[in-house]
């Protein structure tokens, strides 16, 4: 698996590892057969199951986007060791400031693409900024190791 923690409001490193992650799945060829590639939100509050499944359409037609409770969530998370923190978006004028609406906050987060083996244990992690073609070029080294 080729697994991203994000969220779907994240406006710049999660749309552009996912689209890293389906150019990575592209440029496998038929060997991405053998990847699943899965984006777990870490806003579900937000990200429902029809949110997700709208967003992770527009990178690649295999990702599965994932969301679960905040208990899930951060079970998940905590396995992964992805760190989040939530802060908010204050309109700032001269002389005034406004209270920021509970829903309008963006989220502070670990940015990894992690390879995880048919056994569930991790074979390797790109940071954001890592070209697909070298994340393909490691997973087929281990599609072709057997791992």
């Known amino acids: 698996m080729l697994v991203f923690f994000g969220y779907t409001h994240c406006p710049d490193v999660c749309p552009t590892d996912l689209m890293v992650v389906g150019e990575a799945m592209d ?15 870490i ?4 990200d429902t199951v029809a949110v997700m499944a709208d967003f992770v359409g527009h990178f690649h037609p295999r990702l599965l986007g994932l969301t679960g409770t905040g208990e899930q969530i951060a079970a998940v998370t905590k396995r992964y060791r992805v760190r ?11 002389g005034e400031v ?3 609406a509970e829903d309008e906050y963006l989220l502070d987060h670990t940015a990894a693409i992690y390879l995880i083996g ?10 954001h900024g890592t070209p697909a073609k070298d994340i393909a070029d490691v997973v087929r080294q281990f599609i072709e190791a057997g791992s």
Do not use: M
């Not at 806003?43 to 937000?46: E, S």
């Open 27 to 41: 440029l496998l060829g038929a060997a991405a057969d053998k990847v699943q590639p899965v984006f777990v939100t």
């Open 118 to 127: 048919p056994d569930g244990g991790g074979l390797s992690l790109f940071h």
């Open 43 to 46: 806003d579900p509050a937000r």
């Open 98 to 100: 406004e209270a920021a």
């Open 84 to 94: 989040w923190r939530k802060f908010f978006i204050v309109e700032d004028e001269p």
